[in-house]
């Protein structure tokens, strides 16, 4: 597998490229690269299904992550519609993304912290990222998983022209039916799976955008800096990488900005 990949090599000396392949190469075979995947996977996995949420709501949200539900986008990738642009906004096309999370017509679901200051600050490639980085910041993923199953139950009602709430009267829902089901569930021995894997985990990028990763290396006692850089696809096979040995011991911050350019 090696050997289908493109590697750029620039000025690499050879305590740069064994640390330059010791931090971001280690996956590199496929074989590796997928195990990692599926250690990531079920720990997200065991993550949902350990929700104190109602099961349909656990299903919806492990579906979002899979992006198996029936989003505009998806309908029109199986050739079953033409137009995949959201019937909130009527100007983005309506992912699953889109249509639990970045939709503009869903500001006042999301307006209370800490979920209005993620989305203002974090963009995501799809719904599956977004869970992993709130899992991983320890956000209240009952309240969101909730707002999510109802933000979508609300949506399909519209579409079939059902009596239902407004997206005004979700935040309100949704924290109702958290409450309810404490109250009326015996109390569980609530087990969390270990989340280290998620914290540490690299991610491939969504297909057709490449993900590229930078990092540094300091030489104090050569009085020199390292930078490195790798390129992967949405199958996490490395497209280019480089690496770089600089005369001069560089702060960790000037390393990085250069690295990043
Ligand atoms: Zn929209």
Redesign the pocket.
């Known amino acids: 597998m090696a050997d289908a990949k493109v590697e750029i090599l620039i000025n690499g000396d050879k305590a740069l490229r064994s640390w330059f392949v010791r931090r971001f190469l280690k996956a590199e075979t496929q074989t590796e690269w997928e195990e990692d995947q599926m250690a990531y996977d079920k720990v997200l996995w065991r993550t949902i299904w350990s929700l104190q949420v109602l099961n349909k709501i656990k299903n919806l949200v492990w579906r979002a992550c899979r992006n198996l539900l029936p989003s505009k986008e998806n309908l029109v990738r199986q050739t079953i519609i033409k137009d995949p642009t ?1 019937d ?5 096309p ?1 992912s699953a993304l ?2 639990l999370w970045n ?3 869903l500001d006042v679901v999301w307006e209370e912290e800490p979920f209005q200051h993620c989305r203002r600050q974090h963009t995501f490639v799809d719904f599956k990222e977004l869970l992993s980085w709130l899992i991983t910041k320890d956000h209240n993923m009952e309240l969101f998983a909730t707002s999510v199953w109802l933000i979508w139950t609300q949506r399909n009602q519209m579409r079939l022209s059902q009596p239902c709430l407004s997206v005004h009267q979700i935040p309100s829902s949704t924290k109702e039916r958290v409450a309810e089901f404490v109250v009326t569930q015996p109390a569980p021995a609530i087990i969390r799976p270990d989340l280290t894997l998620l914290r540490a985990m690299w991610r491939p990028p969504i297909p057709d955008v490449v993900k590229m990763n930078c990092n540094r290396a300091i030489f104090k006692e050569q009085k020199k800096s390292g930078i490195g850089a790798v390129i992967r696809d949405s199958n996490g096979l490395v497209m280019a990488s480089m690496s770089k040995l600089l005369p001069q011991q560089y702060t960790p911050m000037e390393i990085e900005a250069m690295a990043a350019s």
Do not use: N, T
């Open positions: 959201c909130r906004c009527k100007h983005e309506e889109h249509a939709c503009s017509e």
